[in-house]
């Protein structure tokens, strides 16, 4: 379920080597708020938090990950920051107290895929049908009346592979199925794979995410233009 440990020590490089914009990113986090209690579900190694937490130091910022490995290089990156707090979680056993005027995931757990003028489609990290209801459900539950969740958007999932800035080679396959896809990631060094990391995916169609979030008391807010890295929704 969404383990990153294979690819954790080279997960930096391949992403900021093209793969994510996060300056970008925390620009249209910014754009959202203010917030001052936000959490991050599918923190990873920190890259959105270091950046959100260089610009707005004063906010209280929770994030967590189910992937040790992953929160391992987290904790190092945000020491120096003291309104981060990082746990070890899975979302679908999301075992957390406080209440969260902003949860969002970039990446993360939840994502959304937009391919041109198509309708958008919700991707989960989570492949199980009940998982994510249960998942959901918890991290509603944690945002609060008026709260806001933001899920990230990235473009269409293709196979393609690129030199990245270490001198190896990132290379992606993507075998859809019939409830998502299966994604594989590589890494070459000198004709040599270094890394393989296998995850599969699960896909909710734009009609069955709005059903899906509105049972939680979610609405869908359209942003007027471009609606940069995230779709926001608000709770009731
Ligand atoms: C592509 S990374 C994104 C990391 C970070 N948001 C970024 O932008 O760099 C996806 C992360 O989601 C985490 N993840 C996947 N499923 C999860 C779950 N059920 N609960 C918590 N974290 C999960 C993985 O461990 C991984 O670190």
């Known amino acids: ?10 997960y930096d490089v391949i992403m900021t080597s093209g793969y994510y914009d996060y300056a970008q990113i925390v620009d249209d986090l910014t754009r959202h708020g203010p917030f001052t209690n936000i959490l991050e579900i599918g923190c990873g190694t920190g890259l959105i938090l270091e950046e959100f937490g260089r610009r707005h130091s004063s906010a209280r910022i929770t994030g967590i990950d189910l992937t040790e490995a992953m929160l391992q290089l987290a904790r190092k990156r945000l020491a120096k ?18 209440n969260y005027d902003a949860a ?33 459900k918890k991290l509603a539950d944690r945002i609060t009346s008026g709260g806001t969740l933001l899920l990230g958007i990235q473009g269409p999932h293709f196979n ?21 896809f299966t994604k594989h990631y590589y ?13 599969d995916y699960r896909t909710y169609s734009w009609e ?9 008391g979610f609405t869908f ?16």
């Open 187 to 199: 890494l070459i060094d000198e004709g040599r794979k270094v890394m393989a990391q296998t995850i």
């Open 221 to 236: 807010i359209p942003q007027s233009g471009d609606a940069g890295k995230f779709l926001a929704f608000r709770k009731a």
């Open 81 to 98: 920051f003291p309104t981060i707090t990082l746990a070890t979680q899975n979302v679908v056993e999301l075992s957390l107290t406080e």
């Open 208 to 216: 069955r995410t709005l059903g899906m979030l509105g049972d939680l």
């Open 160 to 180: 393609y592979e690129k030199p990245i800035s270490n001198g190896m080679t990132y290379a992606q396959e993507v075998a859809p199925h019939d409830y998502g």
């Open 104 to 136: 969002f995931s970039y990446g993360g757990v939840w994502y959304f895929v937009i391919d041109g003028d198509k309708e958008p489609f919700m991707v989960s990290h989570i492949s199980g049908e009940a998982d994510n209801l249960i998942g959901l």
């Open 1 to 10: 379920m969404g383990d990153y440990t294979n690819m954790s020590s080279y």
